[in-house]
């Protein structure tokens, strides 16, 4: 167990030790206090509340978490076999399992700290310029909810659910990037799934097959499950759904990716 959190820690160093990695927490940082400053000092006064720019923060920038971490993903197992390394970690006392996991293990790991610190950040700096007062229905009603929850605890849920999607697409990415061995194959068709697949799972979701509800794209927004309690984005098709379909697809995707990887011959 000791070794193989050794080989963790082996593999956040690599993440960490380039300067990207750093860069895309700065970007991170920056685009957070400069949004609330100008939403602050704009005429009229800014936003309604600390939450309600808190929820237009996440919605904007939560997509450079996911894009950021795609970035890393495609290139944790892609990049050891454009520059010969991956031999050298295969010639060492670990299984294939254990390296690949302890790749796996490090970008979420990463995904999870810039994931923590949006959180952080939009919450301590809105609160700080907006307040994070006000009548709860008022607050709620400007984040687009009915439900009998706190803002806190509304946000909370938000970001489970976007992390949720951001974890999909992630473990997307990591798949093409161990199957393919291509950085850029992973990084590209991994966008099309974050920028492109609301628009596309808007249009299927308006034919009338029942095949359409098992299609992973539909299920990636589950905030939308937020709005008002037992809202279906299609009939039948309710939050238990979405995530039984989801850990379907996310138990496919990391058999494909373990089995890839296990079998293949990089000897040369």
Same mark, same amino acid.
């Given at each position: 167990?000791?070794?193989?959190?050794? !080989?963790?820690?082996?593999?956040?160093?690599?993440?960490?030790?380039?300067?990207?990695?750093?860069? %895309?927490?700065?970007?991170?940082?920056?685009?957070?206090?400069?949004?609330?400053?100008?939403?602050?000092?704009?005429?009229?006064?800014?936003?309604?509340?600390?939450?309600? %720019?808190?929820?237009?923060?996440?919605?904007?920038?939560?997509?450079?978490?996911?894009?950021?971490?795609?970035?890393?993903?495609?290139?944790?197992?892609?990049?050891?076999?454009?520059?010969?390394?991956?031999?050298?970690? !295969?010639?060492?006392?670990?299984?294939?399992?254990?390296? *690949?996991?302890?790749?796996?293990?490090?970008?979420?790991?990463? =995904?999870?700290?810039?994931?923590?610190?949006?959180?952080?950040?939009?919450?301590?700096?809105?609160?700080? *310029?907006?307040?994070?007062?006000?009548?709860?229905?008022?607050?709620?009603?400007?984040?687009?909810?009915?439900?009998?929850?706190?803002?806190?605890?509304?946000?909370?849920?938000?970001? =489970?659910?976007?992390?949720?999607?951001?974890?999909?697409?992630?473990?997307?990415?990591? %798949?093409?990037?161990?199957?393919?061995?291509?950085?850029?194959? =992973?990084?590209?068709?991994?966008?099309?799934?974050?920028?492109?697949?609301?628009? #596309?799972?808007?249009?299927?979701?308006?034919?009338?097959?029942?095949?359409?509800?098992?299609?992973?794209?539909?299920?990636?927004?589950?905030?939308?499950?937020?709005?008002?309690?037992?809202?279906?984005?299609?009939?039948?098709?309710?939050?238990?759904?979405?995530?039984?379909?989801?850990?379907?697809?996310?138990?496919?995707?990391?058999?494909?990716?373990?089995? #890839?990887?296990?079998?293949?011959?990089?000897?040369?």
């Amino acid at each position: 167990m000791f070794d193989f959190l050794q !080989l963790v820690a082996n593999e956040n160093l690599k993440i960490y030790r380039r300067v990207r990695t750093w860069i %895309m927490f700065g970007i991170l940082i920056l685009l957070v206090l400069a949004i609330s400053l100008i939403a602050n000092y704009m005429p009229g006064g800014g936003a309604s509340s600390g939450w309600a %720019m808190m929820m237009s923060e996440t919605q904007i920038l939560f997509m450079f978490v996911t894009i950021f971490t795609v970035v890393v993903s495609a290139e944790t197992v892609a990049g050891e076999f454009t520059s010969g390394t991956i031999k050298l970690l !295969l010639i060492r006392p670990w299984s294939r399992s254990k390296i *690949l996991l302890s790749k796996y293990i490090s970008v979420m790991l990463f =995904a999870f700290a810039l994931a923590a610190l949006l959180f952080v950040l939009t919450f301590g700096v809105n609160a700080l *310029l907006f307040g994070s007062g006000g009548a709860r229905a008022d607050v709620l009603s400007g984040l687009g909810t009915t439900r009998d929850i706190s803002p806190f605890g509304y946000m909370l849920a938000y970001y =489970a659910f976007e992390f949720i999607s951001l974890i999909m697409i992630v473990t997307v990415s990591f %798949m093409i990037s161990t199957v393919f061995r291509s950085g850029g194959l =992973a990084i590209g068709l991994s966008l099309f799934f974050l920028m492109g697949g609301s628009v #596309v799972s808007l249009l299927l979701m308006q034919l009338d097959y029942a095949w359409i509800d098992y299609l992973l794209l539909i299920h990636l927004d589950l905030t939308t499950y937020l709005t008002e309690p037992g809202f279906q984005i299609r009939d039948g098709v309710t939050l238990g759904f979405s995530l039984a379909v989801l850990a379907v697809y996310y138990v496919l995707i990391i058999a494909v990716t373990w089995l #890839v990887f296990n079998k293949r011959d990089v000897a040369t």
